[in-house]
């Protein structure tokens, strides 16, 4: 890590700004979210790493509703997730959101994929949008690729659109599922470059991941999880140097000799 992101973040100090109260949730038979209690506070950076099927990115789908729950709360910034509707759209638009595919319209340029929600969707002005639009696909890189379409740019590319994306619209938080999964090797550190750097300027985020390597250098609190339940969490240091629980022990034995 660099100087500057060694530097201490103020985080767990900050206010609550997600809380998951006794989270449950089923497909079926299935018990994908048992009893999930979890607050995640402003400025925090929080890494949900486990086996697959261990509900991870169930949870981060929860945190905007993609996903309905089963029973227990989900707050956002003091306010309970609204069920359905415009109070819906309007949490949406707080929440930014980064998925394993990118997403991204294809029939428009890259420029108009990331100033599409301020406009729709805060009513923004066209030449502000557009502005600002030009600013977040510098702060990821690809400025220079604003007029060309996503089938023209690479996986690596496209990926740091949709951040600049999700960031058009200022969220509160920002939740990645999986974000460089469906990336090819080279590609995984431009993305997760642009998200280091946005955990360093401060951003609330929730990153489900594989990335053992981000989840060290990034996170401020490393959360595991195994048949839909929260294990174990702690610090990056503690998690990885001195695992409590078995199932946590056996993960990452089996990870980290790769």
Not at 30 to 56: A, C, M, N, Q
Not at 168 to 182: G, I, N, Q, R, Y
Not at 196 to 206: E, N, P, S
Request: with cysteine; glycine share 8%; net charge negative.
């Amino acid at each position: 890590m660099t100087a500057q992101g060694a530097e201490p973040r103020s985080t767990v100090q900050g206010e609550a700004l997600v809380v998951l109260d006794h989270v449950d949730k089923w497909f079926g038979e299935l018990h994908v979210l048992r009893d999930i209690d979890l607050t995640i506070h402003r400025g925090e950076v929080v890494v949900v790493i486990g086996p697959s099927g261990s509900g991870k990115s169930t949870l981060c789908r929860a945190i905007n509703r993609l996903e309905t729950i089963d029973k227990g709360t989900i707050s956002l910034d003091g306010e309970p997730l609204p069920q359905e509707g415009k109070a819906l759209a309007a949490l949406r638009a707080e929440v930014g959101m980064v998925f394993q595919s990118f997403n991204l319209f294809a029939h428009k340029t890259i420029l108009e994929n990331v100033m599409l929600g301020p406009v729709k969707v805060r009513k923004q002005d066209k030449a502000a949008a557009e502005q600002r639009a030009m600013e977040l696909l510098a702060r990821v890189g690809i400025e220079h690729q604003a007029q060309k379409y996503p089938a023209q740019l690479s996986g690596g590319q496209q990926q740091r659109v949709a951040i600049a994306r999700a960031l058009a619209m200022d969220p509160k938080v920002m939740l990645f599922d999986e974000p460089t999964s469906a990336l090819d090797p080279e590609m995984i550190k431009e993305v997760l470059d642009v998200m280091v750097d946005l955990a360093r300027q401060g951003m609330t985020m929730v990153v489900v991941t594989h990335e053992m390597g981000f989840a060290r250098t990034a996170a401020d609190r490393v959360v595991f999880m195994s048949d839909g339940a929260i294990v174990e969490e702690n610090t990056p240091e503690e998690f990885f140097t001195n695992p409590r629980s078995e199932r946590a022990q056996d993960f990452l034995g089996k990870i980290l000799k790769h």
